[in-house]
Nanobody, 124 residues
Framework: QVQLVESGGGSVQAGGSLRLSCVAS??????MGWFRQAPGKEREGVVV????????WYSGSMKGRFTVSQNEAKNTVYLQMNRLEPEDTAMYYC???????????????????WGQGTQVTVSS
């Protein structure tokens, strides 16, 4: 049984940083990522990384501020978020088992496993 457990969320002031972690158990596939959902909005892709790291996709507004990485065992994906803005406030979800070859588009319906989410709140 696949389980994704996120951690690292919290409350920070604008300009601050947070590092999210997602530990996957029972999973050995390719293509993991982070999505986020703000109140009243649809869930959107944030970053995606393939198993060997050759694919690292970032949503446009996150480029330069967010960095995705994974551990050597490939069972933990990290999201380093710098220069956070109030608009980054959302529930952040880890996702796994994305599209074959880990190729865009990275829509929510193309990922088969999801974590419970971790809240990120950025105050101005």
């Amino acid at each position: 049984q696949v389980q994704l457990v996120e951690s690292g969320g919290g409350s920070v002031q604008a300009g601050g940083s947070l590092r999210l972690s997602c530990v996957a158990s029972g999973y050995s596939g390719n293509c993991m990522g982070w999505f986020r959902q703000a109140p009243g909005k649809e869930r959107e892709g944030v970053v995606v990384i393939s198993d060997r790291g050759e694919t690292r996709w970032y949503s446009g507004s996150m480029k330069g501020r967010f960095t995705v990485s994974q551990n050597e065992a490939k069972n933990t994906v990290y999201l380093q978020m710098n220069r956070l803005e109030p608009e980054d406030t959302a529930m952040y979800y880890c996702a796994a088992d994305g599209p074959p070859e880990c190729i865009p588009p990275f829509r929510t319906d193309r990922f088969n496993y999801w974590g419970q989410g971790t809240q990120v709140t950025v105050s101005s």
